[in-house]
């Protein structure tokens, strides 16, 4: 599997919380070959060296999909963190990643995602042998040299051969594929109804589609879209924040404020001065 040198390398998306100033790590990324569409999103490889008694932490607000990361300590299966997600590097190392598309996680699981919500288990649990024996393949890649185009195609060789045997996609997985590229690809959508009557189905039907296959609700798919959006256009630093709110859809700027620092801990002018501060 060829890494992709078409995918940017240390850019920061709309997920992510991360400071200007932040230098701990670069981060990797590569598309997933064209056999994977709708199990599994793109490839990611932070490497990261923190000064001895420092920690760096990277908090994200995570899309609404599994992981599978392996390191060189742990290899995990992780669900939805329905809040922020914070990992604390310090010292010297790396991570292999997949991130999965919607679909993915029940079929990694084999089983509904709500018993993952908010937690992980190590590979071995969900994949068995096979878990074992990507964990072996990705470190031994990864030993020599962890920013090498050579190490991370061997790895990605790794993931491919462990979750093939996944596909294809069944129709339920499919579905959810396309009601998450709904909500995420309109900010007109601000209310589960419209979600509904896109995709023909009750409610009830929705809520649990949403539950089963990613482990949350489909108001919380909304809501963190709008979350992730606000972060990019706050960081970007065009819009005032009654613009950002108002652009959201928010009744109210008081409204926005509340959603945004109840999950970031941050309000949203904190967050952009942060980030006017160390640009």
């Given at each position: 599997m060829k890494p992709d040198s078409r995918e940017p390398m240390d850019s920061?998306?709309?997920?992510?919380?991360?400071?200007?100033?932040d230098a701990s790590h670069v981060m990797y990324r590569y598309s997933t070959p064209p056999e994977f569409d709708g199990l599994l999103q793109r490839f990611w490889i932070p490497v990261w060296s923190v000064p001895p008694g420092q920690e760096a932490p990277q908090r994200v607000l995570q899309y609404p999909v599994?992981?599978?990361v392996v390191a060189s300590d742990y290899a995990r299966f992780y669900g939805v963190v329905s809040g922020l997600s914070t990992t604390t590097l310090s010292g010297t190392g790396w991570a292999f990643g997949v991130m999965c598309a919607p679909a993915a996680g029940a079929l990694i699981a084999g089983g509904p995602?709500?018993?993952y919500t908010d937690r992980y288990v190590d590979v071995v649990d969900v994949l068995g042998a096979e878990g074992e024996r990507l964990t072996t393949r990705v470190r031994a890649a990864m030993a020599d040299d962890p920013h090498a185009e050579g190490s991370h195609a061997a790895a990605m060789a790794a993931f491919g051969d462990a979750l093939r045997p996944l596909l294809p996609i069944d129709d339920e997985g499919r579905l959810v594929n396309d009601v998450v590229a709904f909500v995420e690809g309109d900010r007109e959508v601000i209310r589960v109804a419209q979600v509904c009557d896109r995709f023909d189905l009750s409610e009830r039907a929705l809520q649990r589609l949403v539950q089963r296959r990613i482990g949350l609700s489909p108001k919380w798919l909304i809501?963190?879209?709008?979350?992730?959006e606000a972060a990019e256009r706050l960081r970007a630093g065009s819009d005032g924040l009654g613009e950002v709110a108002a652009v959201?859809?928010?009744?109210?700027?008081?409204?926005?404020?509340?959603?945004?620092?109840?999950?970031t801990t941050m309000t949203p002018g904190e967050f952009a001065g942060r980030q006017r501060r160390n640009t």
């Open positions: 920061i998306e709309r997920a992510h919380l991360k400071d200007p100033d599994s992981l599978v995602m709500s018993a809501q963190r879209r709008r979350l992730q959201l859809g928010y009744a109210d700027q008081a409204h926005f404020t509340r959603d945004f620092a109840r999950i």
